[in-house]
């Protein structure tokens, strides 16, 4: 070590002590006077010494304690990976919930569709049950017709016979009568302290040599003085920074817990939809049942208009015979007229068998009756359970709208925990930047930028799939890397258009920008704490956006390498 560069201005009484004492030895000084004053010196030189020996101790210390915060700043940098490894851990979770919400939408999509298609086939069975009504009404109205002339065709019949009786009687009366008939009724998710040993203060041999060791010692106090000075400030910054560090730990720490608790919220959330979803499907199953139910009444009420078809036949039949029946009599009666006549005994059997008949045909539209109430009722009862299932549908209605509002609010939540997460991740690469600072992990220097544009990534509309091109690209840049082998932080920058909102631009940008880094990081073996993504959105465009040429130029992936 060069000493002659210190000042020397301390030492100026010392030495002129040391000069007037040569002089002493020069002129009259005796030899007591000499060994006085070179006792004198050693004295002082050993005062020096015992200083210096303080010092070094000093520095020992202060080399310990910077020992001791190289060790708390490696601790520093482990807790750093730790947490950037739980960050990615939180990242591949949130990526799962998202999977998880895309299949629940899914789901909700397709029993949205079957409850449209359930809806629809309940508005047919409605229209059956509609044209079912017309059908009974209008076989209502035939039978009443066919009732009304079947009564005149009995009357008629009943006034031939007793016209014929009363000729084979042959008592001349006459027979007059009037029949009335009763209408039916109708019924819906170290400072290697350079010891100023001055070594071991040597065995003072002359006077001139105490006065150059004198010289020596006090450039060697000067200098640990400023060493001493030098280490307390370094020491001091480097407690400070470590400090600082040790904050950003402890804050990036607790907004870790405080995603992975958003995470598990979101986890628990996404179950309770799912159970929802889970409802939903046995709601829409239900429906199904009920429908089946509803065409199976349909079928039952077409049995019953088919025996009631049936009997109009019947009696449509009878009531052609009855007509011919009376054709006959009437022949009958022309042919007898003169001669006809009847009998007041006659006259009351006639009126008996009238009534008797006349019973026996209001038996039988008591019948028809009580069989067209039967009808009406199933009918009524068909209508009753077709609004009760529009009912259903309507609730069902009112349960999806919650479930996808229920979607909507995990969406939000999904996109605060992308924020917490983006916090995080920023407060994680904050840490490494204090790191690297402190010399711990690069220097900062920009080596180069890759850019994997569109045609490259080849990446699909509103996905973060790289191509098989695209992984090539990363697979070569990985081997670059592990070729040139250096100590090396690589950020990768995810840029789109302006095409859709600002905050789905975002998201898919941190997407493809994760995809990359995910890819790098299994495929080409590079570390998660070397790299950080940054997600930019449509803010830093290349080219302009009104061409396509430019939104194409503008959809990429920028991997920037320092070192």
């Not at 109205?141 to 007793?162: K, M, P, Y």
């Not at 919220?265 to 509803?294: D, F, H, P, Y």
């Not at 009406?376 to 009862?381: G, L």
């Not at 070729?483 to 940008?509: M, P, W, Y």
């Amino acid at each position: 070590m060069n000493f002659s560069a210190f000042p020397r201005t301390r030492l100026t009484p010392l030495a002129t002590l040391v000069s007037v004492s040569l002089l002493a030895l020069s002129g009259c000084a005796t030899k007591d006077f000499v060994q006085q004053e070179v006792g004198v010196v050693g004295s002082r030189i050993d005062t020096l010494q015992n200083m210096l020996n303080t010092v070094s101790q000093r520095i020992d210390g202060n080399s310990v304690r910077l020992n001791h915060t190289d060790i708390r700043l490696g601790q520093a940098e482990q807790t750093a990976t730790t947490l950037s490894s739980r960050i990615d851990d939180n990242l591949a979770g949130l990526v799962a919930a998202n999977h998880r919400l895309d299949g629940v939408s899914d789901d909700l999509a397709v029993a949205g569709r079957n409850i449209a298609a359930n809806t629809a086939e309940i508005a047919r069975a409605q229209q059956r049950v509609d044209a079912t009504e017309a059908q009974v009404q209008a076989s209502r109205r035939r039978l009443e017709g066919t009732v009304a002339g079947l009564v005149l065709a009995e009357n008629r019949l009943v006034v031939a016979e007793s016209a014929l009786k009363t000729l084979s009687q042959a008592e001349p009366s006459a027979v007059a009568g009037k029949v009335t008939v009763v209408e039916p009724l109708q019924a819906t998710k170290a400072v290697n302290v350079v010891p100023v040993a001055v070594p071991a203060a040597a065995p003072v041999a002359t006077l001139g040599d105490a006065n150059s060791r004198l010289d020596n010692i006090a450039a060697l106090v000067a200098t640990a003085n400023q060493r001493i000075a030098a280490n307390s400030s370094a020491i001091e910054g480097v407690a400070a920074r470590l400090g600082g560090v040790e904050n950003g730990m402890g804050a990036t720490l607790k907004r870790t817990e405080a995603g992975e608790q958003a995470l598990a919220a979101t986890n628990a959330r996404i179950g309770e939809v799912s159970e929802q979803l889970g409802t939903a499907k046995q709601t829409v199953v239900a429906q199904a049942t009920a429908i089946v139910a509803v065409e199976k009444r349909l079928d039952d009420v077409k049995g019953v208009l088919d025996v009631g078809a049936q009997n109009l036949a019947d009696t449509s039949t009878r009531v052609a015979q009855l007509q011919a029946g009376l054709k006959e009599e009437s022949e009958r009666m022309s042919r007898h007229e003169a001669d006809a006549a009847v009998g007041s005994s006659a006259f009351k059997k006639t009126l008996a068998g009238l009534g008797t008949a006349f019973e026996g045909v209001n038996t039988r539209m008591d019948a028809t009756d009580k069989r067209l109430s039967d009808s009406d009722e199933r009918v009524t009862q068909l209508q009753a359970t077709v609004k009760e299932q529009g009912n259903r549908l309507d609730q069902n209605g009112v349960q999806v709208a919650q479930t996808v509002a229920a979607i909507k609010e995990h969406e939000e939540r999904m996109l605060r925990d992308e924020t917490v997460v983006a916090v995080i991740s920023a407060t994680a690469k904050e840490a490494l930047e204090r790191a690297i600072s402190a010399g711990r992990l690069a220097e900062g220097k920009l080596l180069y930028e890759t850019v994997l544009s569109e045609e490259l990534t080849n990446f699909d509309l509103e996905q973060a799939k790289l191509s098989e091109a695209g992984k090539q690209a990363m697979t070569n840049f990985a081997d670059k890397l592990r070729a040139e082998n250096k100590n090396v932080f690589i950020e990768i920058q995810g840029h789109t258009d302006n095409t859709g909102s600002t905050a789905r631009n975002q998201r898919l940008a941190r997407e493809r920008a994760e995809a990359v880094r995910a890819f790098l990081h299994d495929s080409g073996g590079i570390p998660l704490h070397r790299m950080a993504v940054a997600s930019y959105g449509e803010s830093r465009p290349l080219a302009d956006n009104r061409t396509r040429e430019g939104r194409m130029k503008n959809r990429r992936v920028v991997l920037v390498v320092l070192q």
